[in-house]
């Protein structure tokens, strides 16, 4: 049984303030390895990672963007 929701990690930027269609994905992580049994949930990212980091976690910023881009 499953105690806390379970899935992928997706992290988006957009301009400030953004514009329609603005979000761009900078980063995803999903499941990185498959259950024991048929029917297992496997580990993903959101409950192994952001649960052992408090809900933290860094992201590197692409380089090369401007200051408010």
């Known amino acids: ?15 400030d303030p953004p514009a329609e269609n603005s979000f761009v994905k900078i980063f995803e992580k999903g499941k990185y390895e498959e259950g024991a049994e048929p029917h297992a949930p496997g580990k993903w990212a959101i409950t192994s990672e952001l649960k052992a980091n408090n809900g933290l976690m860094n992201v590197r910023i692409p380089a090369g963007l401007k200051a408010g881009q």
């Open 1 to 15: 049984m499953l105690t806390s929701p379970s899935g992928p990690i997706l992290v988006y930027l957009s301009p």
